[in-house]
Nanobody, 113 residues
Framework: QVRLVESGGGLVQPGGSLRLSCAAS????????MGWHRQAPGKEREYVAS???????RYADSVKGRFTISRDNAKKTVYLQMNSLKPEDTALYYC???????WGQGTQVIVSS
């Protein structure tokens, strides 16, 4: 059974940065496409970014140029570097393993002055 555990969320001022991590267990991590999604209060969960087994990345238009997704297959971990954060980035951020369609519990990001 795949288990995903996110970390790295917190409170940050607009313009600041955070780095989220997602540690996976129980999966064949190296062949899985991994991604990040987020859900703001009162809104539906939305796609943020993904990275496939070859390291190819995709981003939602809303975060392109500000967020960077990466992975470390040896550590079975996927990262989301978030720069130039905006209040509208406030959300619960979830990690996803597309191969098994597994989700983590989420880590909260709050962007506020």
């Amino acid at each position: 059974q795949v288990r995903l555990v996110e970390s790295g969320g917190g409170l940050v001022q607009p313009g600041g940065s955070l780095r989220l991590s997602c540690a996976a267990s129980g999966s064949i991590f190296s062949v899985a496409t991994m991604g990040w999604h987020r859900q703001a209060p009162g809104k539906e969960r939305e796609y943020v970014a993904s990275i496939d087994s070859d390291g190819n990345t995709r981003y939602a238009d809303s975060v392109k140029g500000r967020f960077t997704i990466s992975r470390d297959n040896a550590k079975k971990t996927v990262y989301l570097q978030m720069n130039s954060l905006k209040p509208e980035d406030t959300a619960l951020y979830y990690c996803r393993d597309y191969r098994s369609n597994s989700w983590g519990q989420g880590t909260q990001v709050i962007v506020s002055s």
